[in-house]
T-cell receptor, first 113, second 109 residues
Framework: GAGVSQSPSNKVTEKGKDVELRCDPISGHTALYWYRQSLGQGLEFLIYFQGNSAPDKSGLPSDRFSAERTGGSVSTLTIQRTQQEDSAVYLC???????????FGQGTRLTVV | KNEVEQSPQNLTAQEGEFITINCSYSVGISALHWLQQHPGGGIVSLFMLSSGKKKHGRLIATINIQEKHSSLHITASHPRDSAVYICAVKETSGSRLTFGEGTQLTVNP
């Protein structure tokens, strides 16, 4: 596609439910990143994929968070047993490689009620 | 102390003014990004630079590697420039971006 695409754009879920967030990177981009921006706070790193492997997942806040990437393309971020503190905008970015310019998606706004 | 610090946190300007946003960082970096975030959350990459200066339209970004400092300048500012501007660095030790807290810019007509 022309840009990084994320879906859904908005998600409201009940506390305790599982959610899946999807990211379609720019075609040909091997590097993919997930970031989170909580209300009133700056962006924080969650996980980095190079191809289908995740050499850096040190930013995942708990074991309720997991992510996978298949075919070197689409990535899914899964949050199990959601908590209110998970409410945030989840942003995906991709780049040709780890040292090239990153392009961001529009984000998924997650609200846990 | 944050690894990436921006100033000012908030900036209000009149249309037409020249604007400067500053970014200082404390780690070794391979590149620095300037990002723009409009209300609604979407982020656009304005520049990625590792040395010198880049210009795109009314936007100019400079970086001084020795001083670990970068500036984003906006010439002839316009209300549509109102957004949050975020400095982000890619550390030499890894591939992740580390972000500043952002500068909220409001340009009044």
């Amino acid at each position: 596609g022309a840009g990084v695409s994320q879906s859904p754009s908005n998600k409201v879920t009940e506390k305790g439910k599982d959610v899946e967030l999807r990211c379609d990177p720019i075609s040909g981009h091997t590097a993919l990143y997930w970031y989170r921006q909580s209300l009133g706070q700056g962006l924080e790193f969650l996980i980095y994929f190079q191809g289908n492997s995740a050499p850096d997942k040190s930013g995942l806040p708990s074991d309720r968070f997991s992510a996978e990437r298949t075919g070197g393309s689409v990535s899914t971020l899964t949050i199990q047993r959601t908590q209110q503190e998970d409410s945030a905008v989840y942003l995906c970015a991709s780049s040709f490689g780890p040292f090239t310019e990153a392009f961001f998606g529009q984000g998924t706004r997650l609200t846990v009620v | 102390k944050n690894e990436v610090e921006q100033s000012p946190q908030n900036l209000t300007a009149q249309e037409g003014e020249f604007i400067t946003i500053n970014c200082s960082y404390s780690v070794g970096i391979s590149a620095l990004h300037w990002l723009q975030q409009h209300p609604g959350g979407g982020i656009v990459s304005l520049f990625m630079l590792s040395s010198g200066k880049k210009k795109h339209g009314r936007l100019i970004a400079t970086i001084n590697i020795q001083e670990k400092h970068s500036s984003l300048h906006i010439t002839a500012s316009h209300p549509r420039d109102s957004a949050v501007y975020i400095c982000a660095v890619k550390e030499t030790s890894g591939s992740r971006l580390t972000f500043g807290e952002g500068t909220q810019l409001t340009v009044n007509p």
